[in-house]
């Protein structure tokens, strides 16, 4: 059986000593709840936010109200903010975060369902990532769950540049 990226994660975490904390929004805490669905990720995960309104973006992780009124909650510049707050909130080494339309409302043209921005901040630099998936909500959350572990992964396998 192939090991799932949360095993993965949990390896590479260990090995290196590192901690990663997660800032979350349409996925609403499934990144958090796969994390720790491993038995010792409390020694490299301190924890999680699920902010999902503006306000709790701005208060718990500090993203701008500039950021969020100038190009909304699902965007690059917020999912960085996301990030770093995250970071900051958990003294962490790594920090994951996911903002999206999981639907099946609120898209629009510009944004449709599916919509979903990823950031990753670390000492060593930040990255976002940008996918729209085409499913349903429960698949839309769950390939999202699947984009932010593995973008943990490819950061720490060296491969963001």
Known sequence: MKN???????????????????????TGGLVSDRITNVSGSSEYFPGGIVAYSYEAKASLLGVSWDT???????????????????????????????????GP????????????WFGLS???????????????RMYNKHHSSEAALQFVIDYLEGKLK
């Open 4 to 26: 799932m990226l949360e095993e993965i994660l949990h390896k590479y975490m260990h090995e290196r000593g590192l901690t990663l904390a997660a800032a979350e929004s349409c």
């Open 105 to 116: 409302t609120g898209g629009t043209p510009e944004k449709p369902v599916g919509t979903t």
């Open 68 to 102: 969020l009124n100038t190009h909304g909650a699902v965007s690059e510049e917020t999912v960085l903010e996301m990030a770093r707050g995250a970071r900051k909130l958990f003294n962490a080494d790594i920090g994951i975060s996911v903002s999206g339309i999981a």
């Open 122 to 136: 670390t000492d060593a630099g930040e990255w976002a990532r940008h996918f729209v998936w085409d499913g349903d």
